[in-house]
Nanobody
Framework: VQLVESGGGLVQPGGSLRLSCAAS????????MSWYRQAPGKERELVAV????????NYANSVKGRFTISRDNPENTVYLQMNSLLPEDTAVYYC??????????WGQGTEVTVSS
């Protein structure tokens, strides 16, 4: 079982990125899937969550209205669409899965840098 994130990179303020989290060995639609981030010198924080039952979503106040979490069940992949990016969004972004099947599983992270 594993999670593999991709899609990070360097983007200018106001730009957009889409992060992907490809799962293998378990089913994302049967798991609570989350995106976290950790900026340099700061603690890891929860950014967005999508539930297994009905696919409802929740967001940190700092990203609400700018970020969207979604999942593609046939692709067994979760996405984080990030719009109107700010320098303070710079961080390593991690995908996480929580379920009885996998316990708590983390990906390796993908780095996002927002800078002009």
């Amino acid at each position: 079982v594993q999670l593999v994130e991709s899609g990070g990179g360097l983007v200018q303020p106001g730009g957009s990125l889409r992060l992907s989290c490809a799962a293998s060995g378990f089913t994302v639609s049967r798991s609570v899937m989350s995106w976290y981030r950790q900026a340099p010198g700061k603690e890891r924080e929860l950014v967005a969550v999508i539930t297994s039952a009905d696919g409802s979503t929740n967001y940190a106040n700092s990203v609400k209205g700018r970020f969207t979490i979604s999942r593609d069940n046939p692709e067994n992949t979760v996405y984080l669409q990030m719009n109107s990016l700010l320098p303070e969004d710079t961080a390593v972004y991690y995908c996480s899965a929580t379920s009885l099947r996998v316990g708590v599983l983390w990906g390796q992270g993908t780095e996002v840098t927002v800078s002009s």
